[in-house]
C-alpha cells in the first residue's frame, strides 16, 4: 500500500495536495510554537539575571552564615540564567532552525509535485487526444480528397482530362498514404505514452512523493525529540511533563505514518482507455491495413527518410537516457558519501540533495518513456524497409494500368526540361541521408552537408532524381534575416522579458551593436511561436520612430530575436530620471516621435496592443522609437478581437472596448497613446496610483479621466481628452494626432 498504487487518480491528486497543505500548517504551527518558547526562554534568563544583579548577595555582611548562603543562592540563580539563555540560543540554532528549513524544503517539494504532475498530464493529454484528434481529423480530409480525386479520374473521358485527373489522384493517394504512416506512428507512440504515463511515470512520482514525505516525517521526529531534550527540566514534575511528550515523538513512526491517510483517501487507479487504431478512417479511403505502414513506390523515399530521422532521434535518446541514468549514478553516490559523513540529527541538510535525486530519477524515466516510443516506431519502419529489401517498391495497384501512359509532362522530362512544381513534389519527399554513411544525398554520390549537395547539383546539372528529371537552374538564396548563433556575439544581460533574458551583444561580421531577445528552452511550443510573433510583424516594417529587426537565430536552442540596439533605455526610466531636466519642446518632440511612429503601423494595419511608456525605447540622441510588439496583432480591418482573460492585461493603458468586449482596433492604441501622453507631461508618474485595476475599470465606465498634469500645456491635455472619448469613433486618427502635436511644438516656445 502506497501512493504509487492508491492515488494515481485526480482524486488521489487532490487528496495529495491537501494533505500538503495541512502537513504545512502543522509545521508552521510548529514553528511558531519553538519560537515563542525561545522569546520566553531568553525573557525568563533575563529576569534571572536582572535579579541577581538587583540583589547585594550580603555583600554588607561578609562574615554572617545567612548571608553566605544567599550569596550562594543568587549566585546559583545567575548560573541558572546562564543554562537557561544557553538552552534558549540552542533551541533557536538547532530545532527551529532545522524546522525552518524543513518548511522550505516541503514548499519547494509541493511546488515541484505540482508542477510535474501538471507536465506529465498536459503531455498525456498533448501525446494521447490532441495530437490523435488532429491527426484523425487531417485523415478524414485526405481520405475524402482521395475518394473525390479518384472519381474524377474513373469519369475522365478525354485523353488529356484524364492524365490531369491521374496526376491530382496520384497527388491525393500520396497525401493520404503519408498521412496515414504518420498516424499510425503517432497511435504507436500515444500507446507508449500512455503505458510508460500510468506504470511508470505518474507512479515513479508518487512514490518519490512518498518517499519524500518519510524522509521529512523522520526528520521531523529528530527534531522535536531534539526540542525536547534541550528543553526538558529537571524537575520531577517537569520531567514527567516532559516524558510523555518525549514518548508521544517516540511513537512517531515514519514508515506508518501515512497509512491513516491511504485508508481514508485510496482509490483505485483511474486509467483510461489506450488509444487504437480508429478503423472507421478506412471507410472512405484505400484498401488500407489498420496499424500498418504503407511502403510503395508513393512513400518509399518518406519511409526512408522518417526511418533516417527516427533513427537521429533514437540515438539522441539514448544518450539522453545514458546521460540522466549517469547523473542518478553521480547523485546516488553523493547522497551515499554525505550521509555517511552527517550526523544523523543533521539529515534536514541532505533533503535538497534527496530531492534532487527524485527529480533525477522522474527525468530518467520520462527520457525513457521517449526512448520507447521512438524504439517502437524505429521498429515498424526498420521492418516496412527489410520486408522490402533491394528490390523495386512496389506499384499503387489502380494505376498499374496506366503506368505506360503517355502524359503531356513526357516530352518535357525527354528533352530534359523542368517539368511544374506540382510534379517536383509528386517525387521528391526530402533529402535522404543513409544511416551508415552520414551523408547527405537524393541520387547518386552523397555530401557531408546539404550546402554542397546544392553547390554539385547547380553545377553538374543532372537531374534530382531519374524519375522526375528535375534540373537545379538557380538555387533559393538563404531569408536576409535569418542568422546563425555564431554570427552573434553576446554581451551582459540588460534586462528581462516574459520569455527570457535579453542581452547587449554585437554582430561579429562588423561589430554592429545589437540587443538580444532570449527564449527560454524550455517553454512549450506554443509560447516559442508567441515569442517569434515580434519578428514576424517587425521583418515588415521600417520607419525612424519603430525598432529595427536585425534578424532570427532559429537553427538551434536557445531561439534569438535580434534588434538594434537602442542605447538611452526605456523611456519610463528616462522619464524618471531626467525628466526634471527636460523641457515642454522636448516633450512635444517625444510624443510627437510615437505619434509619428504609431500612424505609421495604423497605415500597416497593425495593432501594437501594448502603447506605453515603458515600451518606448529613447536614443543617445533623443529619438523615441517604439518597441516590444509581443501583443500586437495585424488584421485586414484594422480590428482584433481577443477571447480569454485579464490577467495579462495592462488595464490602466487599455481602452474600455478592449476590457469589455475584447476588441482591439487603432482607436484602442489612440487610447493608449493619451495615457503615454499623460505619462510623459507627468514625468514618469503611474497613471490612476490610488486605484486598483477593477477600481480603475469602475472609474472610467463612470466618467472619470486622468486630471491635466502640471506641466501639460493646455493643447496637449485637450488632445488627450479627445484619445479618451468612450466612443472609440470620437477619437482622432494618428496621422491627426501627428499634425496637432507638430502644430502644437510650432506654436510654444
Known sequence: MG??????????????????????????????????RVRSDREYAGLLHHMSLQDGGGR???????????????SQTEGLSRVLRQHAEDLNSGPLSKLSVLIRERQLMRKSYSEQWQQLQQELAKTHSQDIEKLKSQYRALARDSAQARRKYQEASKDKDRDRAKDKYVRSLWKLFAHHNRYVLGV???????????????????????????????????????????????????????????????????????HGFLRQYGTAPDVPPC????????????????????????????????????????????????????AVVQLQQELQDEKQSTHPRERVQLLGKKQALQEALQALQVALCSQAKLQAQHELLQAKVRQLGPGEPPPVLLLQDDRHSTSSSEPEREGGRTPTLEILKSHISGIFRPRFSNLFRLEGDGFPSIPLLIDHLLHSQQPLTKKSGVVLNRAVPKDKWVLNHEDLVLGEQIGRGNFGEVFSGRLRADNTPVAVK?????????????FLQEARILKQYSHPNIVRLIGVCTQKQPIY?????????????????????LRVKTLLQLVGDAAAGMAYLESKCCIHRDLAARNCLVTEKNVLKISDFGMSREEADGIYAASGGLRQVPVKWTAPEALNYGRYSSESDVWSFGILLWETFSLGASPYPNLSNQQTREFVENGGRLPCPELCPDAVFRLMEQCWAYESGQRPSFSTICQELHSIRKRHR
Open 3 to 36: 501512493f504509487s498504487s492508491e492515488l494515481c487518480s485526480p482524486q488521489g491528486h487532490g487528496a495529495v495536495q491537501q494533505l500538503q497543505e495541512a502537513e504545512l500548517r502543522l509545521l508552521e504551527g510548529m514553528r511558531k510554537w519553538m519560537a515563542q
Open 188 to 258: 504507436r507512440a500515444a500507446q507508449l505514452h500512455h503505458q510508460h504515463h500510468h506504470q511508470r511515470l505518474l507512479p515513479g512520482l508518487l512514490q518519490s512523493l512518498q518517499d519524500l514525505h518519510e524522509e521529512m516525517a523522520c526528520i521531523l521526529k529528530d527534531i522535536l525529540q531534539e526540542y525536547l531534550e534541550i528543553s526538558s527540566l529537571v524537575q520531577d514534575e517537569v520531567a514527567s511533563i516532559h516524558r510523555e511528550m518525549a514518548s508521544a515523538a517516540a511513537r512517531i513512526q515514519p514508515e506508518a505514518e501515512y
Open 60 to 74: 554588607g555582611l561578609p562574615d554572617s552564615p545567612v548571608s553566605q548562603s544567599w550569596a550562594e543562592i543568587t
Open 518 to 530: 532570449s527564449c527560454r528552452e524550455t517553454l512549450p511550443p506554443e509560447l516559442k511561436a508567441k
Open 561 to 581: 530575436i535580434v534588434m538594434e540596439l537602442v542605447q538611452g533605455g526605456d523611456f519610463l526610466t528616462y522619464l524618471r530620471t531626467e525628466g526634471s531636466r
Open 275 to 326: 488509444v487504437t487504431f480508429d478503423e472507421s478512417l478506412l471507410e472512405e479511403g484505400e484498401a488500407l491495413e489498420p496499424g500498418e505502414l504503407q511502403l510503395n513506390e508513393l512513400t518509399v523515399e518518406s519511409v526512408q527518410h522518417t526511418l533516417t530521422a527516427v533513427t537521429d532521434e533514437l540515438a539522441s535518446a539514448t544518450d539522453t537516457v545514458v546521460s540522466r541514468q549517469e
